[in-house]
């Protein structure tokens, strides 16, 4: 069993490859003049079950490019079975085209990685179950459920579902967990866009409120989230999210926001600059290493 790295993830690669007790396999990944990539496997993988560790987080086009080629160098090899580790599989909430005329993004990418020469993949808390249709490779999706609850705090929580479109995700949360939900109502201008809270459905008045959801982007709607349910009496509101894009000024917003705590995976590596005090990081290392090991038998 071999684990390789692409540039995206570097610290994630290097802590999985730690807890399977293997070193990272020795690549190089250099940049021409004009951004081409070019992909170097310094070492023999014939007959070999190998591993490429690579997040599809920005630059997302750079680094999906850059896992293929890895893949495809690979399997040139002679690897007898390469699994892409995708922990965060970008493109993913382009799963349908919303307007006629839009290219079903996560449907061409899932045919990238195939024809590259991957085998199998192995991700974590994909944004919509239609990624899946979108593969004719095995893929084994990660939990991240217990992980973020591990972090939390306080323990008898109240599970707050942000929007209509993340439902089922806090379903399958607040299960998982065995904590009460509760939904909030929306509505939506027409005009501009604008979502507002409207109302909720359940009492969370002197509890403390967890809401659950598997990116977080902007981090807009978190803050209004967060603020609408204080106003409803919650005691604490911590939000937490697998995938941390911390998109444009995220960061900032969420800071200086009502949310108590933000509590994200290590799926994208977060740069200092996007770092602030309420951000709490916890790795997927573990869980990725033991589907590794599972995947290698």
Not at 169 to 182: D, N, P, Q, T
Not at 252 to 279: G, Q
């Amino acid at each position: 069993m071999k684990l390789f790295s692409g540039t995206s993830n570097q610290p994630l690669s290097e802590s999985v490859a730690g807890k399977l007790g293997i070193p990272l396999g020795h690549v190089e990944i250099t940049r021409f003049i004009d951004n081409e990539c070019r992909v170097f496997v310094k070492e023999s993988v014939s007959g070999e079950d190998v591993f490429v560790l690579q997040s599809l987080s920005e630059v997302a086009d750079q680094n999906l490019v850059e896992l293929c080629l890895l893949g495809s160098a690979l399997k040139d090899l002679g690897a007898r079975r390469v699994t892409g580790v995708i922990p965060w599989m970008g493109y993913s909430k382009q799963d349908k085209a919303f307007r006629k005329g839009e290219a079903i993004s996560m449907q061409l990418v899932a045919k990238f990685i195939e024809v590259a020469g991957f085998d199998a993949v192995i991700t974590s808390e994909l944004h919509s179950p239609n990624v899946l249709e979108y593969f004719h490779i095995p893929v084994t999706e990660v939990s991240t459920h217990q992980l973020l609850y591990a972090a939390l705090r306080k323990k008898d929580v109240v599970v707050v579902s942000p929007d209509k479109g993340g439902k089922s995700r806090s379903e399958l949360f607040a299960r998982a967990i065995g904590a009460r939900i509760v939904y909030l109502e929306k509505s939506r201008d027409t005009q501009n866009g604008t979502v507002s809270v409207t109302g909720i459905d359940g009492d969370v008045h002197g509890a403390p409120v967890v809401i659950f959801d598997d990116i977080i982007n902007t981090g807009e709607t978190a803050v209004k989230t967060s603020r609408f349910v204080k106003s409803k009496g919650a005691t604490s509101v911590d939000f937490l999210a697998t995938h941390a894009v911390l998109a444009g000024e995220a960061s900032a917003l969420l800071s200086e926001s009502d949310i108590d705590m933000v509590i994200v995976t290590d799926t994208i590596h977060i740069p200092k600059r996007k770092m602030f005090d309420t951000l709490t990081v916890i790795s997927i290392a573990d869980e990725l290493a033991t589907q590794i090991t599972d995947a290698s038998h």
